[in-house]
């Protein structure tokens, strides 16, 4: 259903079919549980996250394709076949390990704990 993109060292996952709003794009469930966010871990409960190769690759957008629902990224709306998946780490992450500037907004995206 999606595949990780390299494009000179800049990774992102995108849509390998056209996907449909609220469909189970990908499952984190194989990844390995740590206590503390890292640089490419997704948040999956209170203290929990995961590292996954596929999951760390998953970018931030103001505007995202998909959210995060425990261990499952679902899309927030009908994706076409060759589009980035994206979500938004303020709306899923409490506390990024590498804050950082959106090239959307020029927010700094630190989590949910800092809005």
Not at 17 to 28: A, H, K, N, R, S
Request: aromatic share 8%.
């Amino acid at each position: 259903m999606i595949y990780i993109k390299n494009n000179k060292g800049y990774k992102s996952v995108c849509a390998h079919t056209d996907l449909q709003e609220g469909w189970v794009v990908y499952d984190l469930t194989n990844g390995e549980l740590v206590s503390e966010p890292t640089r490419t871990s997704i948040q999956v409960g209170e203290k929990s996250h995961v590292e996954d190769e596929v999951g760390g690759c998953i970018n931030h957008s103001c505007q995202p394709s998909c959210k995060v629902n425990t261990f499952f990224v679902i899309a927030l709306r009908d994706i076409k076949k060759g589009e980035e998946i994206t979500f938004d780490y303020n709306q899923n992450e409490d506390a990024l390990a590498s804050p950082f500037e959106c090239g959307c907004c020029s927010k700094t995206i630190k989590g949910k704990n800092y809005e």
